[in-house]
C-alpha cells in the first residue's frame, strides 16, 4: 500500500473504501470483506446511515485502532459549532471509536455559510484538542475554498470531490493543489454514470474504449486503470462495491504503473459534465435531513 502525506504530517493510505449507497444492515459484512483484503481506510458518512455498520465490523476486527484510518463527514443539518461538536461526539459513539483521523465537512451550504464556517471552527477546535487527527471539507469548489480559507485558522488537509475519467475538475484540483490540499476523488470509477437512477443517457466510464484499450495492455479491469491514474496523478481514492471480487480487485493496484502516454489518454477524456449534483445548488430540504443519535 502506498501512503498519502496530508498538510499537516498526518499519513493516510492512497487508497480507502468507501460505503456511500451501502445498506445500513450490510455494511458491517461488506467492510469486514474490505478489511480481510487489506484496506484499512474507511470512508463513511453520517449522511450515509451506516457509520454503526461499519462501527461493528471494526469492533469484530483485531486490527490495532492505530493501524485504521477512519474517516467521516458531518451533515448540514448539524452545522454549527455546538451542533458539529455534538454530531463528532455522535459519529464516534457510533462508529465505537475515541477519536477520527479524518472529519470533514460533507457539503459547502452556501446558502448556510454562517453555519458553515461555525462548523468548520468545530472542526478545528477538536482538531487543536487532538480528538481528530485531520479536518477538511467536501465538494468546495474554488470559490468556496476561497471564502473558506478567510477566516480558517488550519487549512484543510482533504477535499473530497467527483473526480472520474469524465468529469476531472481540473481547475478545482489545481486549487486543491495550491493550498496544499490533497483531492479525494469520490465516484473515482465513474459510478455516478452508472449507478440505478443516475445513469439515465449517460456513458459507463467501465465501457470506455481508451479504458478498455489500456486495460487489456496491462491485463487489469477497466475500474483498476481508473484507480491507479487517480493514484499515480497524486489523488486520493475511495471505491465503493459491495461484490467480494470487485473489493479485492479494487485493491489490487499497486502492481502495474500506467505510462505517460496512457495518463494523457484518460485525461483527455474529460467531458466537463457533472454527474452528481452541483454544490452552488440550494437544496435546503436536503440539507435539513436529521442525523439520528448514536
Known amino acids: ?138 465538494n468546495f469548489m474554488p470559490h468556496h475554498l476561497e471564502r473558506l480559507l478567510e477566516t480558517a485558522d488550519v487549512i484543510p488537509a482533504v477535499n473530497q470531490i467527483e473526480v472520474h475519467p469524465y468529469f476531472q475538475q481540473k481547475d478545482l484540483l489545481a486549487a486543491n493543489a495550491e493550498h496544499g490540499i490533497v483531492s479525494q476523488a469520490w465516484s473515482p470509477i465513474g459510478g455516478i454514470t452508472f449507478y440505478p437512477g443516475w445513469g439515465d443517457g449517460k456513458r459507463s466510464t467501465l465501457e470506455d474504449p481508451t479504458i478498455a484499450a489500456i486495460a487489456a495492455a496491462h491485463r487489469k479491469t477497466p475500474a483498476q486503470v481508473m484507480l491507479r491514474w487517480h493514484v499515480q496523478e497524486g489523488r486520493h481514492v475511495i471505491p465503493k462495491s459491495v461484490t467480494p471480487s470487485r473489493i479485492a480487485d479494487n485493491f489490487d493496484i499497486f502492481d502495474f504503473a500506467l505510462t505517460g502516454e496512457q495518463l494523457a489518454a484518460i485525461d483527455a477524456l474529460d467531458t466537463g459534465v457533472r454527474g452528481g449534483p452541483d454544490p452552488d445548488t440550494p437544496r435546503d430540504a436536503f440539507f435539513a435531513l436529521a442525523i439520528p443519535e448514536a
Open 1 to 138: 500500500m502506498e501512503h498519502i502525506t496530508l498538510n499537516n504530517g498526518v499519513t493516510m493510505p492512497a487508497l480507502g473504501y468507501g460505503v456511500f449507497q451501502t445498506p445500513p444492515d450490510e455494511t458491517a459484512t461488506v467492510v469486514t470483506e474490505a478489511l480481510r483484503v487489506g484496506y484499512r481506510h474507511i470512508d463513511t458518512a453520517a449522511a450515509y446511515f451506516n457509520e454503526a455498520g461499519v462501527g461493528a465490523a471494526i469492533a469484530a476486527s483485531d486490527i490495532p485502532r492505530d493501524d485504521l484510518f477512519i474517516e467521516t463527514k458531518v451533515w448540514v443539518s448539524d452545522y454549527g459549532h455546538d451542533q458539529t461538536l455534538h454530531a463528532f461526539e455522535k459519529a464516534t459513539a457510533k462508529l465505537g471509536v475515541e477519536h477520527l483521523d479524518l472529519l470533514i465537512l460533507h457539503q459547502p451550504a452556501p446558502t448556510r455559510w454562517d453555519s458553515t464556517v461555525a462548523a468548520y471552527r468545530a472542526l478545528e477546535e477538536l482538531h487543536a484538542d487532538g480528538k481528530v487527527r485531520a479536518i477538511g471539507v467536501s
